[in-house]
């Protein structure tokens, strides 16, 4: 037995020592180890089964509940703030044990996430989805594995309600009406509110919920505004460089953009590069208005320095509204299908005043 | 010693990758014999998740081998994609019809690439990057919107399991008894790997796609048909692109511009880990299953550690890579020797 786990060391430590180091030498040493390796495969297959029996015979003992968080990844900084407000509610000294896996923008990652979840036994999942569809087969495994599946952030579009338990987010729609009702007063205010008005947007990803929400908010708001006109909407995948990409092909078609709708803030602030860039001026001093979304603390630097024009905001704050629930669960309580987290309206001229405030 | 001198470096490449396999899954079920990772449905997902992946390294194989390469095969996944949830959600065609469609597509794609790089000796890389860029531009005319596929029949395919109850079930801390499973989509893709690998082995024109890869003068000199095998080899390429696309969306369940970019480059890592040399002539459509599956056990590693950054997948395969292509040139500077 002593000499068994002894080549099975070996084993493992030619393993990481061939992928660190990739060194050609390790053959011989790979062709001993291995058999001994496939053999010992069968007996921890035994042993990880029994293992498994004694522990679903007595599951009281431990009150540790284990979260598998599949995220999007870290493509800004509204995605790294909920990322850490995942980290940070579910802590072990909070009683739980986060699994986090970060998807790199793909679906098929998260699709293999979840199913490794659900094999790791694990007492949640929550998935805040890449894209909306895609959802039904992986989501029945986790049903019939009995997993509960709370979706946070973008929602999904799945077939059977019933394949997840809860959705947490934000209303964007809503957040749409905001900015529309926000430029409206803004125009009012300043004498603008006759005058016509152009307006460019810096979509997010097509297809996602933020994007859908935003533009559909924002367009159905519009039909209010006779005078308003939407020269253009273009994707600028919610990154910076894309939308400083995409702002700059704006300004050269356009001669006379007098507002920028960017569906985040990150595209923001490509967008008032583009402009300065080009000799232009933003921001409530300036000749451009800029609307952006999510009011991350660098949105509220940006508008202290003169910039921005107004940030709604997207709160990325999931992890206590996740928590709630899961704790709710545990009890055996029923919960809301839909949870929407709270959120506000952020312009210029209160910047100075809120980010002492804020979290993120 | 002596045995050892018997094997060629061929067979030895591909049995360091299967050794390799082995010894990181023994790895695994050691580190991770607590959270479940012996369990067999652990292994299995390994094929429901890359099932698509392996239909397609299986054709790019193919391709490696005639000495070519093909990059276009992500695009045309989410091309396939895209035309499958477009034609059935959109215009409302059967399931049926529409595969049929994509199918057709593939080869034709095949087709129009091979002539280009078989007749008219355009480069491979050349070729085939005009047709990524091309399939990816056509995904988007189709629809930038992502479609959801819900076509009753497609979603029967999709979600009908196959349960495993030989392997018996495990009981987990909910209680419920899980049995493993796989999905048809997995039966597809060991079927065309055999398919592939007996058209290679035992086939005249499986060694005349050798015979073209090792050397293409020779081949024509010794009366083969180089620029026929050359054409043929991308037409079933194209096939299997779209073939892999189709099971790709089984998995997704969704057409969408976005879909599978960087596939190209797994499927070519997984064939270059299998063995595949990129010179020609050599390779092994189960070397690049084991490609895939080392590809999937690191996934698996990562998340199952729960708080590594998963972009470590991408940094082993890169070691891996570097480690496998030392090996091959010291197997051609061994060869040169004799």
Known sequence: MKKRVLSFLTAAVMTTAMILSGCSGSQTAATTAAPAATETKAETTEAAKTE?????????????????????GAESDWRTANTESMKSTFTEANGYKLIFDDAQQKQENQLKAVRNFIQQDVDYIVIAPVTETGWDTVLQEAKDAGIPVIIV???????????????VGSNFLQEGYDAVAWLDDYLKKNNKADSDINIVTLQGTIGSSAQIGRTNGVEEKMKDHPKWKMLERQTGEFTQAKGQEVMESFLKTYKDINVVIAENDNMAFGAIDAIKAAGKTCGPKGDIIIISFDAVSAAFDSMIAGDMNVSVECNPLHGPRVAEIIQKLEKGEKVDKIAYVKEGVFPADTAAAEKPKRQY | MKKREKIDGKVFLLIITILLFLVMYAAGLIIFKSKGFAKPQVFLNLFISNAGLIVIAAGMTMVMITGGID?????????????LAWMMEIKGMGAVPALVIVLIMGIVFGLVQGFLIAY??????????AGMFFARGMTAIISQEMISIKNEMFLKWAKSKINLTFLGGTVNKKGVVNYSFIYPSVIIALIVLIGIFVLLKFTKFGRTIYAVGGNEQSALMMGLNVRRTKLLVYVINGFLCSLGGFLFALNTCAGFVEQAKGFEMEAIASA??????????????FGSLFGVLIKGTIETFITFQGTLSSWWTKITIAALLAFFIILQSLFAKAKEKH
């Open chain 1, 52 to 72: 498994a029996a004694t522990t679903t015979a007595a599951p009281a003992e431990k009150k540790e509940i284990v979260v598998g968080f599949s995220q999007v």
């Open chain 1, 153 to 167: 952030d973008r929602m999904i579009n799945v077939s059977d309600d019933s394949l997840y338990t809860a959705w």
């Open chain 2, 71 to 83: 990059i276009s095969v992500g695009s045309i996944v989410a091309l396939t994609c895209m035309m």
């Open chain 2, 120 to 129: 008219l000796k355009i480069q491979p890389f050349i070729v085939t990057l």
């Open chain 2, 272 to 285: 270059v880990i299998g063995g595949t040399l990129l010179t020609g002539g050599v390779g092994n459509v």
